[in-house]
Each structure stands twice: as structure tokens, then as C-alpha cells.
């Protein structure tokens, strides 16, 4: 899994080696930002709900938001956003 755009483009991010956990896609990333991103600037606040990787707060975050909040309610989820930042 990577960045797909902006500042961190081609950044590999860490994923957790269970099978329960199914990552979003950078294909669905990629449809989801190409709506976003006009609206993306430094003053946009961005929140990625059971964050998982925190593939989309990171992602957000390299488009140009000014701050992306995480969320997840396992510790390991946790652990491996703070690796993936």
C-alpha cells in the first residue's frame, strides 16, 4: 500500500500482517480524493474513522490538509499509524 499523490507520493505505509483487516484500495482512494481534493486546502480538518493504517488521514494530509485526526479502537492499529507517519 502507498501514497497515491501530493507531497508523500509513493510513500510505502506499513500494513498489519492479519487477514482480518482489509485496507482500502488505492483505486478507492484515488475516486475518493479526486472528489475531495478541490475542496482540500490548510484550513481543511480531516477525520479517518477506524483508520486502520491511516492510509486516508495520510493521504489527506499529503493533498495539503492541514490537520487529518485518527481513529481506531485497536492499540495495534494505533502503533502502526504512528509508524506510517
Known amino acids: 500500500m502507498r501514497i497515491i499523490a501530493g507531497e508523500y507520493r509513493g510513500r510505502i505505509l506499513k500494513s498489519p500482517t492479519n487477514h482480518k483487516t482489509r485496507p482500502t484500495s488505492d483505486r478507492l482512494r484515488e475516486t475518493l480524493f479526486n472528489i475531495l481534493n478541490p475542496k482540500i486546502d490548510a484550513d481543511t480538518r480531516f477525520l479517518d474513522l477506524c483508520a486502520g493504517t491511516g492510509a486516508i ?29
Do not use: H, Q
Not at 490537520?67 to 485497536?74: N, R
Open 57 to 85: 488521514g495520510i493521504e489527506a494530509l499529503s493533498r495539503g490538509a492541514g490537520f487529518a485526526g485518527f481513529v481506531d479502537k485497536s492499540m495495534r492499529a494505533c502503533a502502526l499509524i504512528e509508524e506510517n507517519l
